[in-house]
């Protein structure tokens, strides 16, 4: 499978844990997005890679949130003291270029914060 | 004001019906759009891009009007399997970041 792959699917947690998700993008994508969504909601925006450097960071993104992306190739988002309010979806995007902007997604991992 | 808004519904309709969803953005400067369809509990992924000329891909036509600045979605003869949120995707020039909308929820029945 050479699509976008995200790991772990569900992540259950307790608040003030710190959780660490990965993603893979397509290999051949420069462009690496991390978004997060809740129910009845479209995907927000967190961080943006191009190739190892991060580009731009959400102002919603507390210093809480961290991502990484070190090769340039798989990134990974690391959430310090987990809060309820965290529990989301967090989805993983690539892209190739700028001319084409498709996003390709993972299937997201779900993060339960109890 | 949100950057990209659309209305949640549900839309509910009849299988062949003709249905159609708008999609308001407030940065005159967005260059690319898109409509993204999600499945319930799966990823978001591309339906079709917007062209300023309007794009059609079988049933599925968009359009773009800049001057009220919206893009529309029109999904003729519905189908059960169109059932899904559709999601407004919108990008301005000289920013890297793809916005969503919300999404709109369309529910086709028999």
């Known amino acids: 499978d050479t699509g976008v792959s995200q790991d772990p699917r569900h992540k259950i947690t307790k608040r003030g844990q710190n959780v660490t998700f990965r993603c893979d993008p397509i290999?051949?994508?420069?462009?690496l997005y991390w978004y997060r969504q809740t129910l009845g909601q479209g995907p927000e925006f967190l961080t943006y890679?191009?190739?190892?450097?991060?580009?731009?960071k959400s102002r919603l993104l507390s210093d809480r949130f961290s991502a990484e992306r070190p090769k340039g190739s798989f990134s990974t988002l690391e959430i310090q003291r987990t809060e309820q309010g965290d529990s989301a979806m967090y989805l993983c995007?690539?892209?190739?270029?700028?001319?084409?902007?498709?996003?390709?997604f993972g299937s997201g991992t779900q993060l339960s914060v109890l | 004001r949100k950057e990209v808004e659309q209305d949640p519904g549900p839309f509910n309709v009849p299988e062949g019906a003709t249905v159609a969803f708008n999609c308001t953005y407030s940065?005159?400067?967005?260059?690319?759009f898109f409509w993204y369809r999600q499945d319930c509990r799966k990823e978001p992924k591309l339906l079709m891009s917007?062209?300023?000329s309007g794009n059609e891909d079988g049933r599925f036509t968009a359009q773009l009007n800049r001057a009220s600045q919206y893009i529309s979605l029109l999904i003729r003869d519905s189908k059960l399997s169109d059932s899904a949120t559709y999601l407004c995707?919108?990008?301005?020039?000289?920013?890297?970041?793809?916005?969503f909308g919300r999404g709109t929820s369309l529910i086709v029945h028999p």
């Open positions: 995707v919108v990008k301005s020039g000289g920013s890297y970041i793809p916005t």
């Open positions: 917007v062209y300023s």
């Open positions: 290999s051949e994508h420069n462009r």
């Open positions: 995007a690539s892209s190739e270029t700028d001319r084409d902007e498709k996003l390709f």
């Open positions: 890679f191009q190739n190892e450097a991060q580009l731009e």
């Open positions: 940065n005159s400067a967005s260059q690319s």
